[in-house]
């Protein structure tokens, strides 16, 4: 599963992927037993998660595996959600190591938030469950937003191929009608 | 043949090659976005602003552009010149330069350019929806790139102040605020569409947390201790912030609606004037 042979092409951009999620579930897991005030584990793990967010959709999924997804309005007053990715060529050179830590810390992050959810939920604490919904939140758009990217991109790559495939055929016409 | 270059070609064969031209250079206008650079929550305007020339962070990778542009227009290159209808090729020609110019743009661009543009985003949102500038009047177009970071940045500060004030209790008071501020901007969002009003989901959540700037700066100056200061400064913040938006509110729904939309924004305003107000 996890591919072996070359290494890291950005360590320091997987650092930084990594970094921040760890960094606000750590904080949220040990943060009870060091400050007493609900106040600053809220704003300190929703200001991770979002930091968090912003990476990973800004930074590490360009760099990583080459994908950005945003929302527009378009004129006529609707939102679009649009989904860009790196040419293909570009996109099957993409780091295999690189591209499976981003996927897999992804996953994992959203699991861990689920977890906590469910265990706050048990013990009755409606304030953590906010921190741990807002943090869950962050973590699926970015896995929903992600996934889509990824299936526009392949949806390309056919397109692509198709496009190429008549690009010839229709050069080939050109040629067989100028021989005429 | 000699006369290959006077015979014109069979009508129907010719309107062939033109499909098969268009279906050639329409494929990058429908899959890239042909706007200049659209970032996340894009805040780079349609018209004139040129994109900014491609810098290419230190990488293994090659620079993406590159190859990426090679490809298309050497495919559709050839197949042009020797079709001799004139206006099909000018206009595709066009369509697939600008289309190529955008994405690698934001796709490769240094971090520090993304920050930046983030961050002038929040302020330019901030501009059009607080202060009076001539788009009020076109109120879907103004906040248009929508983010939800301004909106964050607010209501977690109006909350962290609100806890600073309050002696006791400092916790329930910030939970209570963020909570009250953000679960009230989601419904009264889904007040204005379900009350049949042509806005956006984001764009209107985006709005209301942008409105909440004159209630931090209200909260801010509340600190002090003076309950007639406190009581002008939070109306004077109240009137702001009901005037913020008012425009983006009334406009979104039919006229007859427009109290039912916009009571409840002003009834949310006033509970945290109050808040604002009775913490001590």
Redesign the interface.
């Known amino acids: 599963m996890l591919p072996s042979g070359e290494n890291y092409?950005?360590p320091k951009i997987c650092f930084f992927h990594v970094l921040f999620k760890a960094a606000a579930l750590a904080f949220y897991i040990l943060s009870a037993l060091f400050f007493d005030?609900?106040?600053i584990i809220?704003?300190v793990t929703?200001?991770l998660s979002?930091l968090d967010f912003?990476v990973v959709?800004?930074?590490s999924g360009?760099?990583l595996v080459?994908l950005?997804?945003?929302?527009?309005?378009n004129?006529d007053?609707?939102?679009v959600w649009?989904f860009?990715?790196?040419?293909q060529?570009?996109l099957a050179?993409?780091?295999k190591k690189d591209s499976w830590l981003f996927w897999w810390t992804l996953y994992l992050t959203a699991v861990a938030w689920i977890f906590f959810a469910i265990f706050s939920i048990i013990r009755f604490q409606a304030?953590y469950v906010?921190v741990v919904g807002v943090c869950l939140t962050l973590s699926i758009a970015n896995i929903v937003g992600f996934t889509k990217c990824r299936k526009d991109a392949k949806k390309?790559l056919q397109?692509?191929a198709t496009?190429?495939i008549?690009?010839?055929?229709?050069?080939t016409?050109?040629?067989a009608?100028?021989v005429? | 043949m000699s006369h290959s270059d006077t015979i014109p070609l069979n009508p129907s064969s010719q309107s062939d090659i033109d499909e098969i031209e268009n279906l050639i250079n329409s494929y990058p206008t429908s899959v890239l976005p042909a706007r200049p650079p659209s970032p996340p929550r894009a805040s780079i305007p349609v018209s004139s602003t040129p994109p900014p020339p491609p810098t290419f962070i230190s990488s293994n990778l090659p620079p993406p552009t590159i190859p990426e542009h090679n490809p298309m227009p050497s495919a559709a290159a050839p197949p042009r010149p020797p079709i001799s209808s004139p206006a099909v090729p000018t206009a595709t020609t066009s369509i697939s330069s600008s289309g190529f110019g955008s994405p690698p743009n934001t796709l490769t661009e240094p971090v520090w350019d993304t920050v930046k543009r983030d961050f002038s985003r929040i302020g330019s949102n901030l501009k059009l929806v607080v202060f009076p500038n001539p788009y009020r009047e076109d109120p879907g177009k103004a906040l248009r790139d929508w983010d939800l970071w301004g909106p964050f940045f607010f209501i977690v500060f109006l909350g962290l102040t609100l806890s600073w004030s309050a002696s006791v209790k400092k916790s329930e008071v910030f939970a209570v605020a963020f909570a009250l501020l953000a679960a009230g901007a989601v419904i009264l969002t889904l007040n204005v569409l379900l009350l049949g009003g042509h806005i956006i989901f984001f764009q209107s959540l985006s709005l209301l947390g942008y409105c909440l700037f004159p209630l931090d700066v209200g909260a801010l100056i509340c600190m002090v201790d003076n309950v007639i200061v406190k009581i002008i400064v939070v109306a004077v913040a109240l009137a702001w912030s009901s005037w913020a938006a008012y425009p983006f509110i009334s406009s979104a729904v039919n006229p007859r609606r427009k109290a039912l939309a916009l009571y409840p924004v002003l009834l949310m305003y006033v509970s945290v004037g109050f808040l604002i107000i009775a913490i001590d």
């Open positions: 092409a950005h005030s609900f106040v809220f704003v929703v200001l979002a912003w959709k800004n930074v360009r760099i080459g950005r997804w945003w929302n527009e309005i004129d007053g609707e939102s649009k860009e990715c790196l040419d060529e570009s050179r993409m780091n304030d906010l390309q397109a692509f496009q190429t008549a690009s010839r055929f229709s050069s016409i050109q040629s009608f100028s005429v």
